[in-house]
Nanobody, 124 residues
């Protein structure tokens, strides 16, 4: 059973920064793609960022482009999300996910493994 565990969430003021980390119980190299998603109560979960495990090409949602950066470390099997210039609209539960199948995008049903989430709250 592959497990993903997120950490690093918390409460910050507008303009602040947080770094989320996701530890995996298996080698990241078994996945083609790793990603971060977020969800606000009452709304659908949305993609934030994803990165190819080979090559490292990354993609961001328009709402976070230029402020967030995703990275992965195959030696420590972690997936990080550096979040800068945080805004109240970034408040959400953040989830990391791994995808073993072909391709890399925000299609949630294609992600094989998910973490339990870490809460990020940004106050104005």
């Amino acid at each position: 059973q592959v497990k993903l565990v997120e950490s690093g969430g918390g409460s910050v003021q507008t303009g602040g920064s947080l770094r989320l980390s996701c530890g995996t119980s298996t080698s990241i190299t078994t996945a083609r793609c790793v990603a971060w998603f977020r969800q606000v109560p009452g709304k659908e979960r949305e993609g934030v960022a994803f990165i190819h495990t080979v090559g490292g090409g990354d993609t961001y949602a328009d709402s976070v482009s230029g402020r967030f950066q995703i990275s992965h470390d195959i030696t420590s099997n972690t997936i990080d999300l550096q979040m800068n210039s945080l805004q109240p609209q970034d408040t959400a539960m953040y989830y990391c996910a791994m995808r073993t199948g072909y391709g890399c995008d925000f299609s949630q049903r294609r992600y094989t493994y998910w973490g339990q989430g870490t809460q990020v709250t940004v106050s104005s």
